[in-house]
């Protein structure tokens, strides 16, 4: 089964809760609207590409719920990342054919999901090995596995067809505060496909880059702006800034339809902020003012290439 589908039992999205991950196995079956966008909103389910195929489920089922208003709710539950707002639109786009029609967009969002993640994750280890030939160590931040993506993941990914292609030695798994999809979910992953791994606490991510740890970082994207500017996970650009200042490769991994050329440069991407409470949990606090910006933007000159399904943008 998928981490994000129809259930058959339904109407329903059924999704594995990654908020319980690596602890617990847990299911979620999505009955309405409010429990679809409640499951965005806290990061049930998560990541650009996985968020485009739980849209594109919640607005065929707020279809077969006769809510199709409901649809729009969901394309907005969260700001940044381009692929919901794709999903749920590509089936508002069929509404009027009724509840099957609507179901078909949504289980072709998530099959073209597969074919694009495999495109993109082959041309990335193909481009990591071009740029550093031999058994690579990367880095990586955040989670962007199937977890995050659909069948195939995006840069970790393109991290796992090194491995599958024996080129892989180790990874650097960063663990993404505050939520820690890095240590909570990457790690499952690396795990669950054998691969070799060390978690680090993300400020020294830059460290190890400096240190010569580090042959080349790939990240995902949430939004990439026309002009190459890329907002990703809180994190990426101290990273990018540290590839760039040691000549290592930093590559962006994403679907294609995560470049917006609707939004110029990355000043005018929309930054999500989250809840005080994600960062004063972790010191115990109650009170503390507190700034929690879910993504930053990192300058397109600091990455060496966004590798899509269908390009390798330098
Ligand atoms: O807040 P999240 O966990 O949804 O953030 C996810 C990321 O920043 C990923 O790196 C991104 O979506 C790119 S690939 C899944």
Redo the contacts with the bound molecule.
Sequence with gaps: MEFVDWSDDGPAVVLLDQRALPHATTWLTLRTVDEVVDAIRT?AV??????GIAGAYGAALACALGDPAGAERIATA?PT?VPLAIGVRRVIARLDDGPAAALAEARAVAAEAAVVNARATERAADLVQELRPGPVRALT????GDL??GPGG??LGAILRLHDRGALTEVLACETRP?L?GARLTVWELARAGAPYRLCVDSAGPAAIASGLVDAVL????RIAANGDTA??IGTYMLACAAARSGVPFLVV?PEETIDSTTPTGADIVVEERGADEVRGLAGLTDTPVYNP??DVTPFDLITAVVTEKQVWR
């Design positions: 990061l998560r990541g650009a590409p996985s968020l969260r990342a931040l955040c989670n962007t995050a993506c995006s840069a939520l999809q990240v995902g994207a949430d990703n996970k994403a879910a993504f």
